[in-house]
């Protein structure tokens, strides 16, 4: 056998399974995230990006009138931006997350680097939101290196929290297609969704109130019950059997 050909396909298979670690949702490769509810009977609906006033205020109003709770994860730049929208957000009841300060993608990030990213936006969600508990992190973009677990578990925080259905709403769009997209959630889900655009303070983000429109009754007349990450007592991880309860 060729040793550099023996050579090249273990580098190869190291960087494809760092690559896949690094990205894939239910990857627990560079620490234990949460991708699910852990029960299949609830559903967790999450917004990233904001907050946003061009979408997040239509949000709430719908999360309101379907007694549905959600976790907004924010972008600290953005908070900075819209506060008084970051006090409305915790003042409905929802939980808030943090998203890091600038959004950037933290697969090389340093410990130095993402410590800064992280206690920047925390930071602005304090400063905004009196007494606020930020108990979860999500990477931008899922993107997560083997540095992520350690700084996340030394800062305080309860985990990473990725998802396990996703409706591709981060760009504008028509309504429909992410209705259709929506249509794969079922129980046990954690839903990632798009209040705000990282690139934008206002992004459209018509699309998302609009298919949210059409699903919330749907979802609630088929008893599905909608729980922050924050009410979750108990997450399993994403291979254990209550999670398998919540796959499609």
């Known amino acids: 056998m060729n040793p550099w050909a ?4 273990v580098v190869f298979g190291g960087a494809a399974i760092g690559a896949w670690g690094a990205v894939y949702p239910r990857s627990q490769l560079f620490g234990r995230t949460v991708c699910n509810t852990g029960d299949a ?12 006033p061009k979408a997040t205020p239509a ?21 900075r931006a819209f506060p008084a929208l970051a006090r409305e957000i915790a003042a409905r009841g929802h939980a808030i997350g943090n998203h890091t300060e600038t959004h950037p993608s933290l697969i090389l990030l340093s410990r130095a680097n993402l410590r800064e990213e992280l206690n920047g936006c925390r930071e602005a969600i304090l400063s905004a939101v009196d007494g606020a508990e930020v108990l ?20 305080g925080y309860s985990g990473v929290a990725m998802w396990s259905k996703w409706a591709w709403d981060w760009k504008p769009q028509p309504a429909q297609p992410v209705i259709h997209r929506l249509r794969r959630v ?3 889900d954690i839903v990632l969704l798009h209040d705000g655009d990282h690139r ?21 007349d088929s008893g599905m019950r909608f729980v922050t990450l924050d ?9 254990s059997p209550a999670a398998a309860r919540g796959k499609t």
């Not at 023996?6 to 396909?9: C, D, E, K, N, V």
């Not at 009977?41 to 946003?52: C, E, K, R, W, Y």
């Not at 979860?136 to 578990?153: A, I, K, N, T």
């Open 59 to 79: 949000l709430l109003d719908l999360l309101d009138a379907h007694g549905a709770r959600a976790t907004f994860f924010l972008i600290g730049r953005h908070v």
């Open 231 to 239: 009410a979750i007592a108990t997450i399993a991880p994403a291979n």
């Open 200 to 220: 934008l303070l206002e992004g459209d983000r018509r699309h998302t109130v609009a298919a949210l429109a059409h699903w919330l009754p749907r979802w609630k």
């Open 186 to 188: 079922t129980g046990g």
């Open 136 to 155: 979860w992190m999500r990477p931008p973009f899922g993107f997560r290196g083997p540095q992520l677990d350690s700084v996340v578990r030394q800062l």
């Open 6 to 9: 023996t050579a090249g396909a």
């Open 41 to 52: 009977s609830t559903v967790a609906l999450t917004f990233d990006d904001g907050p946003n």
